[in-house]
């Protein structure tokens, strides 16, 4: 099947974010055929040096479709067996790709314009080109995200706060502890301290969560720190305001606390004939920030595989999921 051979050519391009030009050219080879037999253009965009946005169109789009191109490390080429597809990106997000590309192509064999597939760089960081894609909007009513949902269209989605929380304090000999301040014993007060917060709940979402992803810090083990700092990461279910409030709080006369990235949740709505889920991860729909139309969120493949050594795609899900992008699509522009 075309899916399962264009998944494999994706997943065979490394793609980690930041290195995104060698499958951008490869999908824009792809897509150039559609645009000249259909009568749609094409469009690399640079977001940054050598990191290209790609957008296809078929008429004025009143549907987009849209998902990521670059994966997170490390890189590791494509396999499969009777079931599924192997491979890094394989379910986040290259069979959604090629899922949707072969949706589009069936779409417009059977007539159907206002179509538009826009690919873009950087969501496993910081979005750059959701955010990039925002600022140049193309009159879209609905975009369809693709993440891994196992077909089924997501309620909502949580959102992300990200920390660095830097302990300051000053060195000393360890036999004379008096003399110093421990950096390091700051920031284990600051992190219970955040381990303690009242989290936010949604009837929807669920609860709100807290990792302490790193920690770092000292000297050596004879000298009183005089440096610690830790990252952390909150899954938000709101607008993040109550958790800044108690982080600020937290960290007041002990640490600094700098908020990296913040994403607030997102509520999503249903529609009849589609399964529905909720996921707890974070998309780069908030970043689109409506400029692309309403939008949806579905795509073949499971998260708790994603970002793993174990990354893959069942095949079945991604020919359900070509045929989920085209029903979608067709509700969606009836309405």
Not at 113 to 121: D, K, P, S, T
Not at 172 to 193: N, Q, R, T, W
Not at 303 to 319: C, F, G, M, S
């Amino acid at each position: 099947m075309k899916v399962f051979a264009l998944t494999r050519a994706l997943v065979d391009i490394e793609s980690i974010t930041g290195n995104e030009k060698q499958v951008a050219l490869f999908l824009a080879d792809q897509l150039r055929p559609l645009a000249e037999r259909y009568g749609g253009s094409l469009e690399l965009e640079e977001v940054e040096k050598d990191r290209l946005n790609v957008f296809a169109s078929w008429g004025q789009p009143v549907v987009t479709l849209s998902t990521h191109i670059d994966t997170v490390p490390p890189f590791f080429p494509s396999s499969e067996d009777g079931e599924f597809i192997w491979g890094r990106g394989a379910c986040d997000t290259k069979g959604i790709i090629a899922s949707m590309i072969c949706a589009v192509e069936n779409l417009l064999g059977q007539g159907v314009r206002g179509i538009g597939l826009l690919l873009v760089v950087g969501e496993e960081r910081n979005s750059a080109g959701a955010f990039y894609a925002a600022a140049h909007p193309r009159g879209s009513r609905f975009l369809i995200n693709g993440e891994p949902t196992d077909n089924r269209l997501a309620l909502g989605s949580k959102g992300a706060l990200r920390y660095e929380i830097d302990a300051r304090g000053r060195m000393a000999h360890s036999a004379y502890p008096h003399l110093g301040e421990s950096a390091i014993l700051k920031l284990l007060d600051v992190l219970e301290a955040l381990r303690k917060i009242s989290l936010p709940e949604d009837p929807v979402l669920g609860p709100s969560t807290l990792n302490i992803g790193t920690i770092q810090g000292g000297r050596a083990p004879n000298v009183v720190p005089d440096f610690a700092r830790a990252e952390v990461f909150f899954r938000l279910v709101d607008s993040g305001e109550s958790i800044r409030q108690a982080v600020a709080r937290a960290v007041e006369g002990r640490a600094e606390a700098r908020q990296i990235l913040c994403v607030p949740a997102v509520h999503l709505r249903a529609l009849d004939g589609f399964d529905t889920t909720v996921v707890a991860y974070t998309t780069d729909i908030p970043a689109f920030g409506g400029a692309w139309g309403e939008p949806l969120l579905l795509g073949p493949g499971s998260i708790l595989v994603a970002h793993t050594e174990e990354e893959r795609i069942p095949k079945q899900q991604l020919l359900e999921a070509v045929e989920l992008y085209q029903r979608l699509v067709r509700r969606l522009l009836d309405s």
